[in-house]
């Protein structure tokens, strides 16, 4: 098996790139390993960001297990509801998730529920806890694309530009994501054929990278609680919406060909700038970032 992925344009040749990590008679998918470890860096980078906030932490670990949980739900069912031929004749493979096939907008949406109603249990305010969130979220994501990296998935049409990445032929999961253009310009390398794609895992990952530095050197500027998720909403789906124009592997509105996460990403950009207007209008207030007082010794 060829587990060569190449970026030729770059002179970088990686002659063996695993999907499983393997360690002794078990196998670890590379998929799953990479978006659990994301998961826990998020986690810790929201629990410490608790501390500038005065949010109380043990209600927040409780918060977020659930939400990760509920997440992940809404991410898989996203995905399965939009991909349904795909699984309709082997209804077992929809519970392998570390196969690959998990749909982010699924996990916000389902997430963000699960938040509010966590907020109102535990008596959280519902905008300032989203802020805290998104901050780990993004960096999540930003983790977490590179296990499309391993499971040669989430890539786009041909292109030959600096980025260009080339995936072995029969590496590729589904011969419904080879598009004629690519048919038309596969690559030999070493007696082997490779089809040659944009990388959009990785675009969306440095896209996302982008997000959070500039999430991360706005938040002392915030002007109310929800503007650092807002803004996480509408510079995610303004990225997304022009990376998912790529993708072959997109998941369609049933037969329009309309992309249902550009219809999503709209959606959260207009969502994103509406609610910014009304709250600056508003005049909502935002709660100020101090640094934790140590405590005194007795």
């Not at 990590?21 to 629990?47: E, Q």
């Not at 043990?58 to 809404?74: N, P, Q, S």
């Not at 310009?185 to 794609?197: A, H, M, P, Q, R």
Request: hydrophobic share 50%; glycine share 8%; net charge neutral.
């Amino acid at each position: 098996m060829n587990n060569a992925i190449i970026f030729p344009n770059l002179g970088i040749t990686l002659n063996n790139v695993p999907e499983f990590l393997t360690i002794g008679p078990v196998n670890i998918s590379l998929y799953g390993l990479i978006i659990g470890s994301a998961m826990i860096i998020a986690f810790l980078w929201c629990y410490s960001e608790c501390r500038y906030y005065n949010v109380d932490r043990d209600h927040f670990i409780d918060l977020f297990i659930i939400t990760i949980v509920v997440g992940i739900i809404g991410a898989r069912l996203y995905y399965v509801i939009f991909a349904f031929d795909y699984y309709k004749n082997d209804p077992i493979s929809i519970f392998k998730i570390w196969e690959g096939g998990l749909g982010i907008y699924g996990g916000i949406i389902l997430g963000m529920v699960s938040v509010i109603v966590c907020c109102k249990i535990f008596k959280l305010d519902f905008w300032l806890i989203a802020d805290i969130v998104s901050l780990g979220v993004i960096f999540g994501q930003i983790c977490g694309r590179w296990g499309n990296f391993f499971n040669r998935e989430a890539f786009g049409d041909y292109t030959d530009n600096l980025f260009a990445m080339l995936i072995p032929y029969d590496r590729v999961r589904s011969t419904d994501f080879i598009t004629d253009n690519m048919m038309s310009n596969l690559v030999v390398n070493n007696g082997e054929v490779f089809v040659s794609v944009h990388p959009t895992f990785l675009y969306e990952s440095l896209w996302n990278l982008c997000v959070l530095i500039f999430l991360i050197l706005f938040r002392k500027y915030k002007k109310f609680d929800g503007q650092i998720f807002l803004l996480y909403m509408g510079l995610y789906g303004l990225g997304r919406f022009f990376i998912e124009s790529l993708r072959t592997d997109q998941l369609q509105i049933g037969s329009t060909g309309i992309a249902i996460s550009q219809v999503v990403a709209i959606i959260m950009i207009v969502a994103s700038v509406a609610l910014q207007i009304f709250f600056i209008v508003k005049k909502k207030p935002a709660t100020e970032r101090v640094k934790p007082q140590k405590a005194e010794r007795v």
